[in-house]
């Protein structure tokens, strides 16, 4: 006798559109959001979704399967930049097609880079932390604690974009301005952390809101009987030209470049100088630098942030050599064998960090300056 089949029971998939965010009323409440999860950047551009910047990565803010935002329309991100722009920066940007300055609203302090593109409006903002850390908190080592205790040469800092320069120059000035009695003349573009006057005197200025440009300032600050200068960014030839004839003067000139190591940097700086001036530039260098702070930021493994990896350069009359010779190729060699004096390598520090479990293989073998030599590491 054959049975009739009972009908199979089949589950009907619904496909659930993600819920569309409506753009916000403010770019205070983006703002407010970004701090709220620790994000370090915010970008509001038009046709794109609001995106902002956490532990290194850029992804749409609203990025889950319930949730996204849709792409901003030109007159929408034209409402928000100029919701919180005044009529001078409203002016700029209409007249120049970009405005940048540091934004303080009463829950805290933003970079803020608004600029005119093919398509609209685009705004860019960095999250500047409001506690200034100090030497100790950033987790540096006591080296770098000598460096600043001169009372003259050049310190510089550098790294990429992002690395947290601004914040490593402003714990060293902070460590000063606990430690001496000096006068600190700081220029920024823009001021990012407010430090108040402790044993110190203070003074902080904006280039195009206080002074025309870099070089400007510098040259008078030299006027202003200052300890300490720090430049907040060695872009040109003057202005790398005046700070290192302030660090020769008597004054201690702490500024920032954009390069990986210590070997770079110095040839960033040498470079800039017609080849008729280099022999005398390098006998400067080589006299006035104190040392090289390089910097990267990490992606931590646990996924909670990122972790520094820092080389330390200290001058010794070996490296004072090897500037003088202009032979700054060595320079990886000596600091290996400088260790005593405190200097670290950039992969050393990488590979310190593997090996207590904080960045992964990948990271440290991707970042790594002499990448035959992290490889047989792993081996």
């Not at 819920?19 to 794109?48: N, R, W």
């Not at 206080?210 to 202003?224: C, D, M, V």
Request: charged share 25%; proline share 4%; net charge negative.
């Amino acid at each position: 006798m054959s049975q009739t089949a009972e009908p199979v029971a089949q589950a009907v998939v619904v496909s659930e559109e993600p819920q569309i965010i409506p753009t916000l009323g403010s770019v205070d409440e983006y703002l407010k959001f970004c701090i709220q999860y620790d994000a370090s950047d915010l970008h509001l551009a038009t046709a794109s979704a609001p995106m902002w910047r956490r532990y290194g990565n850029l992804g749409p803010i609203w990025e889950s399967g319930t949730h996204r935002a849709a792409a901003l329309t030109a007159e929408e991100a034209k409402r928000l930049a100029y919701g919180f722009l005044n009529e001078q920066q409203i002016k700029q940007l209409e007249t120049r097609g970009d405005v940048d300055f540091a934004y303080s609203p009463g829950y805290g302090r933003f970079r803020a880079s608004i600029v005119k593109q093919r398509l609209g409006i685009d705004m860019a903002f960095r999250i500047i932390s409001t506690h200034l850390r100090s030497i100790d908190e950033l987790g540096l080592p006591e080296t770098v604690r000598t460096l600043i205790r001169y009372h003259n040469g050049l310190v510089l800092v550098t790294g990429p974009v992002g690395c947290g320069k601004s914040t490593t120059l402003a714990a060293l000035v902070d460590a000063i301005n606990l430690e001496r009695q000096d006068h600190i003349i700081t220029l920024e573009d823009p001021i990012e952390y407010v430090i108040d006057a402790k044993s110190c005197h203070v003074n902080q200025r904006e280039v195009h809101s206080h002074t025309a440009s870099f070089s400007a300032a510098l040259r008078g600050a030299l006027r202003e009987d200052p300890d300490i200068i720090m430049v907040g960014e060695m872009r040109d030839l003057e202005t790398i030209s005046l700070a290192i004839t302030a660090a020769e003067t008597g004054h201690l000139v702490l500024g920032t470049l954009h390069t990986g190591n210590s070997a770079r940097t110095l040839d960033r700086v040498l470079d800039v100088f017609p080849s008729d001036q280099r022999d005398q530039i390098r006998v400067m260098v080589s006299e006035s630098l104190r040392g090289i702070i390089s910097q990267q930021l990490v992606p931590r493994i646990d996924g909670q942030g990122r972790a520094m990896a820092m080389e330390l350069l200290v001058n010794t009359p070996a490296v004072a050599a090897t500037i003088r010779d202009g032979k700054t190729f060595m320079l990886n060699g000596i600091m290996q064998t400088g260790k005593s004096v405190g200097m670290i390598t950039m992969d050393d520090s990488l590979r310190s960090l593997y090996s207590q479990g904080i960045i992964s293989r990948e990271e440290c073998e991707t970042r790594a300056e002499d990448k035959p030599i992290m490889r047989s590491f792993f081996k």
